[in-house]
């Protein structure tokens, strides 16, 4: 046999594990279907045998020795006896069948239980019996069932061996590989992150030319990490590479990567990057990495976990030199995610992903606009000014939102009310069409008309854009300020002033009801948030100074805060409470001027509220003009 040959035949070997598994898999199938075949037959012989009453076997014995019965039938192991009764239905005497049975006993001889109960047998009435076999239809279908587990173990560890000893597909990544061109996703279909787009583009440049960049001598970044609050488009941006570059994109997420059994997480991970080094250049993509890729030796990290985290952090840069394939990952928490795997040479670059501003949201809601049917008095530059905060995924779900009530109105265009609408919906809550009493409106519209009327006359306070008492999500009202621009800085005044509008409404209930309602538990935790935060966080206070409290215990990252313990002493905790509440005392107590001040004011606006529940923008400024 020759060299080529020899080649060949291991070649063929190799295929043969595949059609294994697919024929054993039939096979393992088709004995599931055949064992649930049997058993129902079973049943339906055992039910055809045995229909009546089943009775224990000494309540059989006992009608025969009293010869209480018709017939007599003796059947494998089963005795059944028909007797007859005789019952007087308007005067007649009307005879019925009833049947009942009993399972003997293994290795109970029959004769000799009615031979002990002192029953003749050559006395009995009849002599229909039918003496029991050797082999009776359950011993066969036990049989036939072990069989079938027999065949059905043989195929699993037939199908096992032939996967070179590996326990099924524990071990095997579930990453789902799109060719580039497949995620039908380019850069255009992006909007609103330039500067990001084109850190990207760099990527997509090296993998289409590497030789570009090896010849000078140059290193592509072997990881790019893209951190932002949900919604900013990360999964977007990671797709959009894979379509120009058009190579293997291997797409997973961190939780994948966990398994009950102990580490099938690092096999995971060794099988998806030996898959990407056969494809390169490819792409990784880990959506997530910070279920995987936390901080080792701490509370947030298993030990199992650590192992997947260990595997990943030697593929990405361990001995092995991996050429062309570029790990993309994904995550808004990037201030939980192990040291190690943030250093040069894994992720070399971060790349922040913040909320978009004026002109990034009008971008991104003309590339969502596409497909869309408008009507000539739509502006997205009014809808782009209004949803500051928006994230890109909120404003795709402002105008699908909109699309679905003009479909549902009957309408065949989008109105510029149905972006307005929809705009309502999405920033807080469905509205809700249940009738409530005239006290609790009353409640709402001075509550409503308190935040709006001390965001007025407060310095630094956004504009008000509407005021409503329709009740939306969880809240019986709602107030909508509009900033006057795109600020990511927030000063000490606005945060003040933040804090003295939201008081406004229970201010107001105090003052004008006469009573206070739990309508202001949301205002309650926003100002005590914006409080805290100034305290311990961004040293706004004059007692404590230019110093950072509580670091271990409130991470704030892309405005999202999380937990941990309190590294300040119990002296410090006295001086931040008295500091926070100071901080609400003097909010409270200026919003209660500022509506003694203007009483005239609130009631006129509460007085148009009560008449049309909702006033705009114009509306409410004519009132002070």
Request: no cysteine; glycine share 10%.
């Amino acid at each position: 046999m020759g060299a080529n040959e020899n080649v060949e035949k291991r070649a063929d070997i190799r295929k043969l594990p595949t059609k294994i598994v697919k024929v054993n898999m039939w096979g393992i199938v088709g004995s599931i279907l055949l064992t649930i075949v049997l058993f129902s037959a079973w049943s339906f012989l055992l039910n055809a045998q045995t229909k009546g009453r089943e009775v224990s076997l000494s309540n059989v014995v006992n009608s025969i020795s009293k010869g209480e019965y018709k017939k007599l039938i003796l059947k494998d192991n089963i005795v059944i006896i028909e007797q007859q009764k005789t019952e007087k239905v308007d005067g007649k005497e009307v005879r019925s069948l009833s049947r009942k049975f009993a399972l003997v006993p293994p290795g109970t001889d029959f004769y000799s239980t009615l031979s002990d109960a002192g029953v003749d047998i050559k006395s009995l009435k009849n002599d229909f019996y039918q003496p029991a076999v050797g082999i009776s239809i359950t011993d066969i279908v036990w049989l036939v069932l072990l069989a079938l587990g027999l065949v059905l173990m043989y195929n699993l560890i037939k199908g096992m061996n032939s996967q070179g000893g590996r326990l099924m597909d524990f071990g095997q990544s579930k990453a789902r590989m799109l060719f580039g061109k497949k995620t039908g996703i380019t850069f255009d279909s992006v909007a609103g992150i330039e500067e990001v787009k084109e850190e990207l583009i760099e990527i997509v440049d090296f993998l289409k030319n590497p030789k570009k960049y090896t010849e000078i001598g140059a290193r592509i970044p072997r990881g790019v990490l893209l951190a932002g609050a949900p919604g900013t488009g990360k999964t977007l941006l990671a797709k959009a590479v894979a379509g120009e570059a058009g190579v293997p994109f291997f797409h997973t997420s961190g939780s994948e990567f966990e398994e009950m059994l102990v580490g099938a997480g690092a096999s995971r991970v060794r099988d998806l990057f030996l898959k990407a080094k056969r494809s390169s250049p490819s792409i990784i993509f880990i959506d997530e990495i910070d279920a995987v890729a936390k901080k080792r030796g701490t509370v947030l990290h298993s030990g199992a976990g650590e192992q997947t985290l260990n595997q990943i952090l030697v593929e990405m840069d361990g001995l092995e030199e991996r050429e062309n394939v570029i790990v993309i990952a994904a995550t808004n928490r990037p201030d939980v995610l192990d040291p190690a795997i943030l250093r040069p040479g894994r992720f070399d670059r971060t790349v922040t992903l913040y909320l978009p501003d004026y002109n990034e949201r009008l971008a991104i809601l003309k590339v969502h606009a596409k497909g869309k049917k408008f009507g000539d008095d739509v502006k997205l530059e009014t809808l782009s000014k209004k949803t500051i905060g928006y994230s890109g995924a909120d404003l795709e779900n402002v105008l699908n939102e909109a699309a679905i009530m003009a479909a549902v109105s009957g309408r065949k265009v989008i109105s510029q009310d149905d972006l307005m609408q929809s705009y309502l919906k999405v920033g807080f809550g469905r509205q809700k069409k249940g009738k409530r009493v005239d006290e609790d409106l009353k409640v709402v519209a001075y509550h409503e008309a308190g935040h709006a009327v001390v965001a007025k006359f407060t310095k630094d306070s956004s504009p008000v854009e509407l005021v409503s008492m329709v009740s939306r999500g969880g809240s019986g009202g709602v107030t909508v300020f509009i900033p006057e621009d795109d600020r990511s800085l927030e000063t000490k005044g606005k945060l003040l002033a933040s804090i003295q509008t939201a008081v406004g409404g229970r201010i107001a209930e105090e003052l004008f009801v006469g009573d206070i309602s739990s309508g202001a538990s949301g205002d309650i935790k926003s100002a005590t948030r914006i409080a805290k935060m100034m305290v311990r966080q961004w040293g706004m206070s004059d007692k404590l100074g230019f110093v950072q409290y509580g670091d271990a215990e409130e991470t704030t990252h892309l405005g999202y805060s999380y937990g941990g313990g309190r590294d300040y002493s119990e002296k410090t905790s006295e001086l931040i409470d008295a500091e926070i509440k100071g901080i609400m005392e003097n909010a409270m107590a200026s919003a209660r001027k500022i509506l003694k001040d203007n009483k005239d004011k609130v009631e006129k606006l509460v007085t148009m509220l009560l008449a049309q529940e909702e006033v705009g923008k114009d509306e409410f400024n004519a009132i002070f003009e």
